[in-house]
């Protein structure tokens, strides 16, 4: 079965760091862009970083500067690399990628982690 698993999530203090990964199992024959999502309680979901095959980035204006998305196409995975967290970057982190399988190209998203952050 082709999916995507997050880990890496926990408790940290405002200030502190975490590292997310995102696996892929499964027949993938190939993966072409790769984010980083985010859905706090009662709100939207929101895009938090990118990138693209080739290794091009980008970021949410609220998490430039201290988060950094990174790919290892050898492994089929992908990483968040979060520092000088924020109570306000507390959420639930998804992964999402266009995988190709046995059925073509499609989207693909994980099942989150959770990442809190205390003041």
């Known amino acids: 079965q082709v999916q995507l698993v997050e880990s890496g999530g926990g408790l940290v203090q405002a200030g502190g760091s975490l590292r997310l990964s995102c696996a892929t199992s499964?027949?993938?024959?190939?993966?072409?862009?790769m984010a980083w999502y985010r859905q706090a309680p009662g709100k939207g979901r929101e895009l938090v970083a990118t990138?693209?095959?080739?290794?091009?980035?980008n970021y949410a204006d609220s998490v430039k500067g201290r988060f950094t998305i990174s790919r290892d196409n050898a492994k089929n995975m992908v990483y968040l690399q979060m520092n000088s967290l924020k109570p306000e970057d507390t959420a639930l982190y998804y992964c999402?990628?266009?995988?190709?399988?046995?059925?073509?190209?499609?989207?693909?998203w994980g099942q989150g982690t959770q990442v809190t952050v205390s003041s």
């Open positions: 499964g027949s993938v024959y190939n993966i072409n862009a």
């Open positions: 990138i693209t095959s080739g290794g091009s980035t």
């Open positions: 999402n990628a266009d995988l190709w399988t046995s059925r073509g190209a499609r989207n693909y």
